[in-house]
T-cell receptor, first 114, second 116 residues
Framework: AQSVAQPEDQVNVAEGNPLTVKCTYS??????LFWYVQYPNRGLQFLLK??????LVKGSYGFEAEFNKSQTSFHLKKPSALVSDSALYFC????????????FGSGTRLQVQP | GAVVSQHPSRVICKSGTSVKIECRSL??????MFWYRQFPKKSLMLMAT?????????EQGVEKDKFLINHASLTLSTLTVTSAHPEDSSFYIC????????????FGPGTRLTVL
């Protein structure tokens, strides 16, 4: 079975400050990890993914994430937050064999204050 | 990137009626489509995996006779909520993959279903 944990329901950060949204995962096998963002009443937009290779992955809108195998984590980061980054963020995982559907974390709401 | 559309974006229906939601891949062929359900302030829960030309694979606890899925072509999958009840009210999101080896899923904008 595969699972994803996002321990924070909400993260508050001031505009211009760095932000981190946490994600840990559990899978049997090699993980494929993803971050998506969702704006109100909208579908999910892809931010970035880790498949293999460099542990630091850079994605859309200045976001990046670091794959840490020993800690089974894939935290989302951005050096300088914008008010427009305020949204719901989902971490997702799947393994590279068998069922290819994504398992999502519970989501973290990011609130960036001006 | 690839585009997935859903129609309608919002639907309100009476209890007991059936509602069909369409999911289309606009600029690629989707061998596999996924249907998710999202409750307010909750994560996405996978309902079923839809493969073109074959029967959908439903997740445990999802009634396949209630949530009918048809994937008749490589660009279209439909979800029909039969005999809808107020507890079926939710945000339904589809996603599509453009190949067996593709790592990425492209998500539709979602359909808000309200059953009165």
């Amino acid at each position: 079975a595969q699972s994803v944990a996002q321990p924070e329901d909400q993260v508050n950060v001031a505009e211009g400050n760095p932000l981190t949204v946490k994600c840990t995962y559990s899978v049997s096998g090699n993980p494929y990890l993803f971050w998506y963002v969702q704006y109100p009443n909208r579908g999910l937009q892809f931010l970035l993914k880790y498949i293999t290779g460099d542990n630091l992955v850079k994605g859309s809108y200045g976001f990046e994430a670091e794959f840490n195998k020993s800690q089974t984590s894939f935290h989302l980061k951005k050096p300088s937050a914008l008010v427009s980054d305020s949204a719901l963020y989902f971490c997702a995982v799947r393994v590279n064999t068998g069922r290819r559907a994504l398992t999502f974390g519970s989501g973290t709401r990011l609130q960036v204050q001006p | 990137g690839a585009v997935v559309s859903q129609h309608p974006s919002r639907v309100i229906c009476k209890s007991g009626t059936s509602v069909k939601i369409e999911c289309r891949s606009l600029d690629f062929q989707a061998t596999t489509m996924f249907w998710y359900r999202q409750f307010p302030k909750k994560s996405l829960m996978l309902m079923a995996t839809s493969n073109e030309g074959s029967k959908a694979t439903y997740e445990q606890g999802v009634e396949k006779d209630k949530f009918l899925i048809n994937h008749a072509s490589l660009t279209l999958s439909t979800l029909t909520v039969t005999s809808a009840h107020p507890e079926d009210s939710s945000f339904y999101i589809c996603s599509a993959r453009d190949g067996l080896e593709s790592h990425e899923q492209f998500f539709g904008p979602g359909t808000r279903l309200t059953v009165l």
